[in-house]
């Protein structure tokens, strides 16, 4: 196994016990969308060896819905269901097309709605996106240090893009405050707190799909499900959708793991705290999308009672995790090979393999959650 080290180490003995609903499911509405399909789960051998386990699945995100990362899953169904309570119409009936006919019946180009967020890359595509899909505009703001690739994908979809010389966290807060007196603005973020939880909430409904997804894969290949689950976090709004998918009760439970940069590792610290910290983000990281230092209010309470752990991971095991992956025909940006090195780190611990329960039949499951494209190695 590659030699790895993590920073920072948490684990929760009791995640596998709680339970919490479901969530609202929003597989259906992303089957109407235009070119959808499952993404694929690739099994990798090698790596299941490497590891020490039974088997390798990699969620591969990238390619999702011709964009690549994951984040479409959640823009798409939060902007239809913002929209729909907009305007007084059944988001569970409602198409992309329908809604973009009812959005321009009658109605000036001046008053139409303005989709607006803060994102650190693949989240304020995919709502740039929704905004091109439905003929509306996209108002942008990024911070420093955001990949010309990355400022490039936004600008393809048309958005307006505002750089700020700012950290993540500030940026959201500036994208928020934007929006306060305007009757056509309507704030898509997916970051939550007091007063603002809706949204987020329909963004993590949104990212659901991918694990159901997984698990009706893993059931076409003859397997009972997942026993290990690793998922990228940055302010944790996938990782709570990890969580509340496989901690209601008529899901198998296996064990969770988030992994995030050594150097904004705010689950971690916050979960080893017990309470929500903050973490300074000045430092850069190859894994921009994960360069957040504030976990989202919304998800915090899942985050805790039902992650089995949480590990960091350095920018040299994660450089490394892109190019094995890529060795084996994946395309895995750093956010997205985060996991191979944080599955690494934490089974190179025979502690930590214990307090996941991972043995030699275990079945892994890496998500993957973007491609090269969304995030280039620099």
Same mark, same amino acid.
């Given at each position: 196994?590659?030699?790895?080290?993590?920073?920072y180490?948490?684990?929760n003995?009791?995640?596998?016990?709680?339970?919490?609903a479901?969530?609202?499911s929003?597989?259906s509405?992303?089957?109407t969308?235009?070119?959808?399909?499952p993404?694929?789960?690739?099994?990798?051998?090698?790596?299941?060896?490497?590891l020490?386990v039974?088997?390798?699945?990699?969620?591969?995100?990238?390619n999702?819905?011709?964009?690549p990362a994951f984040?479409?899953?959640?823009a798409?169904?939060?902007v239809?269901?913002?929209l729909?309570?907009?305007?007084?119409?059944?988001?569970e009936t409602m198409?992309?097309p329908?809604?973009r006919?009812?959005?321009?019946? +009658?109605?000036? /180009?001046? *008053? &139409?709605?303005v989709?607006?967020?803060? @994102?650190?890359g693949?989240?304020?595509r995919?709502?740039s996106?929704?905004?091109?899909?439905?003929g509306?505009?996209?108002?942008?703001?990024?911070?420093?240090?955001l990949?010309?690739a990355?400022?490039?994908?936004?600008k393809?979809?048309?958005?307006?893009?505002?750089e700020?010389?700012?950290?993540?966290d500030?940026v959201?807060?500036?994208?928020?405050?934007?929006t306060?007196?305007s009757?056509?603005d309507?704030?898509?973020?997916?970051?939550?707190?007091?007063?603002?939880?809706?949204?987020p909430?329909?963004?993590v409904?949104?990212?659901t799909?991918?694990?159901a997804?997984t698990d009706?894969?893993?059931?076409?290949?003859?397997l009972?499900?997942?026993?290990?689950v690793?998922?990228?976090v940055?302010?944790?709004?996938?990782?709570?959708?990890?969580?509340d998918?496989y901690?209601?009760p +008529?899901n198998? /439970?296996? *064990? &969770?793991?988030?992994v995030?940069p050594d @150097?904004?590792a705010?689950?971690?610290?916050s979960l080893q705290?017990?309470?929500p910290?903050?973490?300074?983000?000045?430092f850069?990281?190859i894994?921009?999308?994960?360069?957040?230092?504030?976990?989202?209010?919304l998800g915090?309470?899942s985050l805790l009672?039902?992650?089995?752990?949480a590990?960091?991971?350095s920018?040299?095991?994660c450089?490394?995790?892109?190019?094995?992956?890529g060795?084996?025909?994946l395309d895995?940006?750093?956010?997205?090979?985060?996991t191979l090195a944080g599955?690494?780190?934490?089974?190179?611990?025979?502690?930590?393999?214990?307090e996941l329960?991972i043995?030699?039949?275990?079945?892994?499951v890496?998500?993957?959650?973007?491609?090269?494209a969304?995030n280039?190695?620099?």
């Amino acid at each position: 196994m590659h030699s790895t080290h993590a920073a920072y180490w948490y684990a929760n003995p009791d995640a596998r016990r709680w339970q919490t609903a479901a969530p609202a499911s929003a597989l259906s509405f992303h089957r109407t969308l235009t070119g959808y399909s499952p993404t694929p789960l690739t099994e990798l051998p090698s790596l299941a060896a490497e590891l020490g386990v039974g088997r390798v699945f990699l969620k591969d995100e990238s390619n999702r819905l011709g964009l690549p990362a994951f984040k479409i899953l959640g823009a798409s169904w939060a902007v239809c269901r913002a929209l729909c309570e907009r305007c007084g119409l059944d988001p569970e009936t409602m198409t992309v097309p329908e809604l973009r006919e009812h959005l321009h019946s +009658g109605t000036d /180009a001046g *008053s &139409l709605p303005v989709l607006v967020t803060a @994102t650190d890359g693949n989240h304020g595509r995919a709502v740039s996106r929704m905004a091109a899909l439905l003929g509306l505009r996209a108002r942008v703001y990024i911070p420093n240090g955001l990949s010309a690739a990355a400022i490039e994908g936004i600008k393809g979809e048309g958005a307006e893009l505002i750089e700020l010389d700012a950290i993540y966290d500030d940026v959201v807060e500036a994208a928020a405050a934007s929006t306060q007196g305007s009757d056509r603005d309507v704030l898509i973020q997916d970051t939550a707190w007091a007063g603002y939880t809706d949204i987020p909430r329909w963004i993590v409904d949104g990212y659901t799909t991918l694990f159901a997804e997984t698990d009706e894969a893993l059931a076409q290949a003859g397997l009972a499900g997942a026993d290990l689950v690793a998922c990228p976090v940055g302010v944790g709004s996938l990782a709570h959708a990890m969580v509340d998918h496989y901690r209601n009760p +008529g899901n198998r /439970a296996p *064990s &969770l793991l988030s992994v995030e940069p050594d @150097t904004a590792a705010c689950i971690a610290q916050s979960l080893q705290a017990g309470q929500p910290v903050v973490v300074d983000t000045s430092f850069p990281t190859i894994m921009s999308g994960l360069n957040c230092g504030t976990p989202s209010e919304l998800g915090w309470p899942s985050l805790l009672s039902g992650l089995d752990g949480a590990v960091s991971v350095s920018e040299e095991d994660c450089r490394q995790a892109v190019l094995d992956l890529g060795g084996l025909g994946l395309d895995a940006g750093p956010c997205g090979a985060s996991t191979l090195a944080g599955v690494r780190a934490a089974l190179s611990d025979e502690k930590h393999r214990q307090e996941l329960e991972i043995t030699p039949d275990s079945v892994v499951v890496l998500v993957s959650t973007e491609g090269l494209a969304a995030n280039p190695l620099r």
